[in-house]
């Protein structure tokens, strides 16, 4: 119980600090409007295939990820509260607090990239509306999981900028590839059974990065 409660104290304070500075959310709203903008004029009338679609659907959202989710230890290291959070909490609770605010964050990324994408590309059209939201969601906590140990690694870095998506992009190609397969599944309105693969692959990496992330944060966030 006690558990519960400082990992939810921990969201807390990242949820305040975030509305008082709003960095992160200015700077992944920015890029979203930003990049879908982008591709928008280059586009034009273009015909795009769901598979295209798709794939331009996790760029953007990879890389407005890449723009926010590292604030989330390196805010820490700027104002030099790092040494009183190892203090007053375990890495455990640390971890998870950490792991939760990303979470959430990533889900309002893919929440308006799906709006404004379903707004502007008349053929972004969900035919398959469960395969949609069973992959966003995965999809979301995926990014999450392996943003949150990535940023704890890069915290302490002089190069946190150039740094961060460096060693995000292999560790998120497996996600990206089965997130886009199956993006393309829901964009063509096949059965939810047909992306059962893909949501196996999906879980998978949920588990395996979320359970490898514990094991070594202790070690990532005091050394």
Do not use: C, H
Not at 213 to 222: A, G, M, R, T
């Amino acid at each position: 119980m006690n558990f519960i409660v400082s990992t939810w104290a921990i969201v807390v304070k990242d949820v305040r600090s975030e509305l008082r500075t709003r960095y992160a959310l200015n700077a992944l709203l920015m890029f979203v409007v930003t990049s879908v903008a982008t591709i928008l004029f280059a586009l034009r009338d273009d015909e795009l295939s769901p598979e295209i679609l798709s794939g331009m659907f996790w760029v953007v959202i990879f890389f407005t990820a890449m723009s926010g989710l590292s604030r989330i230890f390196v805010s820490e290291e700027e104002r030099g509260t790092t040494l009183t959070l190892q203090l007053v909490a375990s890495p455990s609770v640390v971890y998870f607090g950490k792991l939760l605010f990303n979470s959430g964050l990533t889900l309002i990324l893919s929440s308006a990239v799906t709006v404004l994408y379903v707004v502007v590309f008349p053929a972004f059209v969900i035919k398959s509306p469960l395969i949609f939201g069973f992959t966003v969601f995965l999809g979301s906590l995926g990014f999450a999981s392996a943003a949150t140990i990535i940023a704890a690694v890069i915290a302490k870095a002089n190069t946190k900028g150039t740094l961060y998506p460096v060693l995000s992009f292999p560790i998120l190609i497996p996600l990206l590839m089965t997130v886009m397969k199956s993006t393309a599944r829901a964009l063509d309105g096949e059965l939810f059974t047909a992306a059962l693969g893909e949501f196996q692959i999906l879980v998978s990496y949920l588990l395996v990065m979320t359970a490898g992330s514990y094991l070594l944060f202790d070690y990532v966030w005091k050394e």
